[in-house]
């Protein structure tokens, strides 16, 4: 294959992707339309293939570093640990991960830290592959399961975890009071996730809005909070004691986005085993991974970090109110 031929063929699989991109978005429709998007994903196994178990933003340092791709998202794994002071924890905490994924992270927290983890994702093929990769002896199951209605009695588990899950859920306070209604009384809540400038004091402007309707339209997102209003909802609750902890990751996560668009260039064996379709469907994800590096290269997004502490029922009664009147809200 000759050079002109090489670059006929990149033209042609980058206008296929375009052409995808512009005319088939994958708008948020109903929990289902997300269940089937992570279903197809899982399927094909491309998302795998690139982005390893852990289907999430790596940590790239502070300052960011260059840092292999898989291994940035392992370490990312571990300062969320530290940062929520989980690591302070006895081995047998009960962990549930809520947005699983394949599991990655969950089997870290079993087989490094010695928790008993339960994974939770939408989609019954995540759940499939989450459990054929973890061996024998890690502490870590997983079931389909819906963020916006745990089938967990309330307190059931000593920490909840959840990455990158929010923007897939339409209603951010009953996600917010589930996330706290399953914990026990003196748990830890550690969220990690993408989040959009609070409009609340700066409304977005000409470009902006352009920019956040691809975000939300391309991959199954009915809407982004922000790290104010979602740790205002967490405090709403009444689950809270004291005020929730805050940070914003969005340095140390930025170069996650071009890395992704990288594993495409450096590893073309993916060419081969995923063949046209494949590569056409990888390619079609690039504008949006480019969009979502210029959104939160710009402040338009941010990477919010969320630690909150389960209160005592006896310090804060209006809780079990809430709690048992969640279904009729």
Not at 11 to 24: C, I, N, P
Not at 68 to 77: C, E, G, I, R, S
Request: aromatic share 10%.
């Amino acid at each position: 294959m000759n050079a002109f031929t090489s670059l006929g063929l990149l033209l042609a699989l980058l206008s296929g992707g375009a052409a995808l991109y512009l005319f088939t978005p994958r708008r948020y429709e109903s929990a289902n339309s997300v269940a089937n998007s992570y279903d197809q994903w899982t399927n094909d196994g491309i998302l795998e293939f690139y982005w390893g178990e852990h289907i999430h933003l790596g940590h790239y340092g502070s300052p960011p570093r260059r840092k292999d791709f898989l291994a940035a998202k392992a370490d990312f794994v571990h300062e969320m640990v530290r940062w929520g002071g989980l690591d302070r924890l006895p081995a047998g905490t009960t962990v549930l991960d809520v947005g699983c994924g394949i599991g990655g992270s969950s089997r870290m927290l079993a087989r490094d830290y010695g928790f008993e983890v339960t994974g939770v994702t939408i989609s019954p093929n995540q759940v499939k592959r989450a459990q054929q990769l973890t061996p024998e002896g890690v502490s870590a199951r997983f079931q389909v399961d819906d963020a916006m209605a745990l089938s967990f009695p309330d307190a059931s588990f000593d920490v909840v975890w959840s990455v990158e899950a929010g923007p897939h859920m339409p209603d951010k306070a009953i996600f917010a009071r589930e996330l706290l209604r399953v914990l026990k009384p003196g748990g830890v809540l550690v969220v990690a996730d993408w989040n959009q400038r609070d409009d609340r004091k700066k409304p977005l402007n000409a470009w902006e809005r352009p920019v956040m309707r691809q975000l939300l339209d391309q991959w199954s997102h009915p809407a982004f909070a922000s790290i104010e209003g979602f740790a205002e909802q967490l405090e709403a609750t009444g689950f809270v004691a004291g005020q929730v902890t805050t940070a914003d990751w969005s340095k140390e996560t930025l170069p996650s986005w071009l890395d992704s668009i990288w594993q495409g260039v450096i590893r073309p064996q993916g060419m081969v085993r995923f063949g046209p379709a494949g590569i056409i469907k990888s390619v079609r994800e690039v504008p949006t991974l480019l969009l979502m590096r210029l959104a939160f290269g710009a402040g338009l997004c941010r990477f919010g970090m969320f630690r909150a502490v389960r209160a005592n029922p006896a310090e804060h009664p209006q809780a079990m109110v809430m709690s048992s009147d969640r279904y009729t809200s």
